[in-house]
């Protein structure tokens, strides 16, 4: 018999699987974010508080010993970039708050007759279908700003002294893309 200390409890790595309720909802406030944080960093850059920028608003922790520090090009990059991505993961928040307002909170907003409502005559028939509709369109919608969250963590990652995957300037390239046509696509079909 040996008098090791008991091994340490593992914990589960939180990147793999679906993330908790908690952590999607802190991930979509720090998604939410993202476009302040962007335009602080790229205006602490410009008045010369690139340490500032670096560490508050881009979120980057400390450098490893020996690193040097970002210039003022790659700060400012980094902050355009997330304030992209910020303005990204606004369309989502937009479905999220409209999922909450429309789905969770029906009888509370609309308190019109309900004959012609999904779910209707009655309030509870269609208060059920509309939470029914936007349970999905909650949840997609955390999902896609847990996934900005992350994809910003990776593109920031030379702040940090890590490396940056190879896969990441393309994604947020594609996702800013895929964002801007939503938008215009949505434009063009309103009356």
Same mark, same amino acid.
Not at 41 to 52: M, W
Not at 68 to 93: D, K, N, Q, S, Y
Not at 152 to 172: M, S, V
């Given at each position: ?78 902050? %355009?970039?997330?304030? #992209? ?5 606004? +369309? @989502?928040?937009?479905? !999220? $708050? *409209?999922? /909450?307002?429309? =789905? ?19 309030? %509870?028939?269609?208060? #059920? ?5 936007? +349970? @999905?369109?909650?949840? !997609? $919608? *955390?999902? /896609?700003?847990? =996934? ?19 896969? %990441? ?15 215009? $696509? ?6």
């Amino acid at each position: 018999m040996t008098n090791r200390p008991p091994a340490a409890v593992r914990r589960p790595d939180s990147s793999s699987g679906p993330p908790r309720l908690a952590a999607a909802a802190r991930h979509a406030g720090l998604a939410v974010t993202l476009f302040p944080a962007g335009a602080l960093a790229v205006c602490s850059t410009l008045t010369g508080h690139r340490e500032a920028a670096r560490r508050r608003w881009l979120r980057a922790g400390p450098l490893p010993l020996g690193a040097p520090a970002p210039g003022v090009a790659r700060l400012v990059f980094h902050g %355009a970039l997330t304030i #992209l991505l910020g303005v990204l993961a606004l +369309l @989502p928040a937009g479905v !999220l $708050a *409209l999922a /909450i307002a429309r =789905g969770l909170l029906y009888g509370f907003v609309d308190q019109a007759p309900h004959d012609q409502s999904w779910g209707g005559p009655s309030l %509870a028939g269609a208060w #059920l279908a509309h939470f029914a509709v936007a +349970l @999905p369109c909650a949840a !997609l $919608a *955390l999902v /896609i700003l847990t =996934g900005l969250t992350r994809l910003n963590r990776h593109t920031t990652a030379p702040l940090r002294g890590e490396r940056r995957p190879a896969w %990441a300037l393309p994604a947020a390239a594609v996702s800013c893309a895929l964002g801007l046509f939503f938008v215009i $696509a949505f434009v063009h079909q309103l009356p």
